[in-house]
């Protein structure tokens, strides 16, 4: 059976898929490690990990894909699809992909790390029109998209200082929780209570963090329960997205919205963010890419090599 490779290295996971006819046929990602107390990684000591684990993961997944034929490679070369978006992790991937390319005689492609997320969380999403929405939420963005047919996406709007993975790795990093915090902050939330105790702060188009984050670190330091300031973090993060979403279906009378990206595999999320949407009065339908297709992962990389492949091919006959 013939696929496409697909790569991607972002600032905190490897990952490398396989995608063809079917869809996703199999994958690997492996996060990178971060001391415990630190924030994140410098981009060097990042590159560094995904070229030491970018081998081992090709190689297990290459054992699960038994016959499939790699028919062409596409890589995550910069974060988003515009003009002087660059990080140095992303070298890692492309590099590596251009090689496997060049020594198997398959078509190399590029895409966006945005653009791979988009592309991944719309499996499973359910049937979205031709135009809609997308929200890419993780450590390293939170912008409200137009998605366009081809997958051309047009920034609309979002953060203007920290992204939404920003807020929840900070304040949970700061309660003593491991790099990266979700999964253990979300189930802190989950037993304790929001109050609306972070006032929401946005202006036309964008929404800001920074205010959140002084003031859960503020309750932290008075002695808050861990819990209800992880409630009220979840509260925010709710809010914030909702009024992009509000703003975004003023601006463009887009009925759907797809949320992607790391943040969008909380589930805490995808029960609060439908009622913030009713209580605005916010017509637009929610569409959610299955938990394991929200994180970093290179499916949607591997999807959007296939179609490239698969549109040249056609292209020629």
Known sequence: MKCALGVDTSCYTTSVALAGETGVLCSRRRLLDVAQGARGLRQSEALFQHVQRLPALM???LLEA????????????????????YMPVFTAGTGFARAVAAALRVPFYETSHQQGHVRAAMQGAGALPEEFLALHLSGGTTEV???????KIELLGGSNDLHAGQLVDRVGVRMGLSFPAGPA???????????????????????SFSGAEAQAMRMLDAGAAKEDVAAEVYSYLARAVAWLIGWAYGKTRLGAALISGGVASS???????????????CPVRLHWGRPEMSGDNACGVAL???EEYIHGNDSER
Not at 66 to 85: F, K, M, N, T
Not at 145 to 151: A, E, H
Not at 267 to 281: D, G, H, K, T
């Open 59 to 61: 190689e297990d997944m």
């Open 66 to 85: 038994g016959e499939a034929q790699i028919a062409c490679v596409c890589a995550s070369a910069r974060p988003r699809d515009a003009e002087g978006s």
């Open 145 to 151: 998209l137009r998605v366009s047919p081809g997958l």
């Open 185 to 207: 902050l979300e189930t802190l939330a989950l037993q304790g209570t929001a109050k609306g105790a972070f006032p929401l702060s946005h202006r036309e188009g964008e929404v």
């Open 267 to 281: 589930a805490l999320l995808r029960e609060l963010l439908p009622a913030r949407l009713q209580r605005l009065n």
């Open 304 to 306: 959007i090599g296939w």
